[in-house]
């Protein structure tokens, strides 16, 4: 017989028991098994396969397993109400300034004109600036372009105490991206509703 040929034999042998020794045989699925517990008053009791004792057998076990029951109607927490739903207008400024524009008067007075109608809401005004300049300056303008909101619907009328201000600066950008079209929608004071 040729030495070469039972080397290669012998070799391509090796190659293929190395690999069924490396692929091994398939492991059985890992069970963790839950601490026992009491169902509560309408559980539901559902069963879950078990993972079979030998890997030949095509029979399963049943184990029980227990569900809190889901609730008939879960409460719901109130959201704020959206501009088109409350009738407010979000007020937008000019960069690096917080004075109300000529052009966002109508807007501050249809939000005057909804505080009025409905004297229960309270409202926060939200300052907001664009992206450009430090954390600090950015949180300093916003708080006084939310100032300067309260202030303007106080003159008019509503009550100081309906009215809470915050700033996030430049936090919470409303308007992705990182040009002036983003930019002036980012510099505004935001209302949102409460009671």
Sequence with gaps: MNPAFTRRVLYGAGVLVSCLVLAGCPK??????????????????????????????????????????????????????????????????????????????????????????????????????DERGTEEYNLALGQRRADTVRNALVAEGVSVDRINTISYGKDKPFAPGHDENAWRLNRRAHFVMGR
């Design 28 to 129: 059985r699925p890992e069970v963790i098994a839950a601490p026992p517990s009491t169902p509560g008053p309408g559980a539901a009791t559902v069963t879950a396969p078990r993972a079979p004792a030998n890997p030949v057998s095509p029979k399963a076990a049943e184990v029980p397993v227990t569900r809190p029951a889901t609730p008939a109607e879960a409460p719901v927490k109130p959201q704020p109400a959206a501009a088109a739903e409350t009738g407010v207008k979000d007020i937008f400024f000019d960069f690096d300034a917080a004075t109300i524009r000529n052009d966002q008067m109508p807007a501050l007075q249809q939000d005057f004109a909804y505080l009025k109608a409905h004297q229960q809401d309270k409202v926060t005004v939200e300052g907001y600036c």
